[in-house]
């Protein structure tokens, strides 16, 4: 007889939980539903109406570049209203990824240094090679940074603690 009603809860319990995956809300669709695979995926990385078509057919998208009274560079799809400073239009190839940045002029001087410091390679020191001891001093200071950056953490949250209640 026990086994009756515990069948009887059991089947109640399920229904009563399942019940909102069946009824619908007023737009025609159940309250509740399990998360599908597109529901994982943020809203920025959704690709926009028409874009998607865009990006296949190989079209040219128009960008709008400007800057503003603080000197600032923004870029839009649309140019802004009140424009203090000439807008410039960019067009741009759906199907590229990588947009290239505009090079910098160096003087020449700086180009230079720049090279010959950087061709030039010195093989490290015994003092710069990484040894058994040095390796367990590096691995026992950061063990203490850790103690301490917990330490600092419980105290923060003793403080937080007490201002919450």
């Known amino acids: 007889m026990k086994w009756i009603y515990r069948l009887m809860t059991f089947a109640i319990l399920a229904a009563a939980i399942t019940f909102p995956f069946f009824m619908d ?13 597109s529901d994982f995926i943020p809203p920025v ?4 109406a028409g874009s998607l ?9 128009t960008v709008y570049k400007w800057q503003d009274e ?10 802004p209203e009140n424009a203090q400073q000439p807008v410039a239009t960019i067009s741009v190839n759906t199907q ?15 180009a230079s240094a720049s090279i010959s410091a950087s061709s030039q390679y010195t093989a490290p020191t015994d003092a710069e090679l990484l040894s058994l001891d040095r390796a367990m001093n590096i691995l026992n200071e950061t063990k203490a940074v850790r103690d301490v950056m917990e330490s ?5 949250n003793a ?5 919450q209640k």
């Open 25 to 37: 809300n007023h737009e025609g669709e159940p309250m509740l539903s399990l998360p599908s695979a």
């Open 45 to 48: 990385l959704k690709p926009e």
């Open 53 to 61: 078509s865009d990006a296949y057919s190989g079209g040219e998208r």
């Open 70 to 79: 603080h000197g600032t560079w923004h870029y839009g799809d649309l140019p």
């Open 96 to 110: 590229t990824n990588i947009i290239q940045s505009v090079p910098v002029e160096q003087p020449a001087e700086a």
């Open 152 to 156: 600092r953490n419980s105290q923060l």
């Open 159 to 163: 403080i937080v603690g007490e201002n």
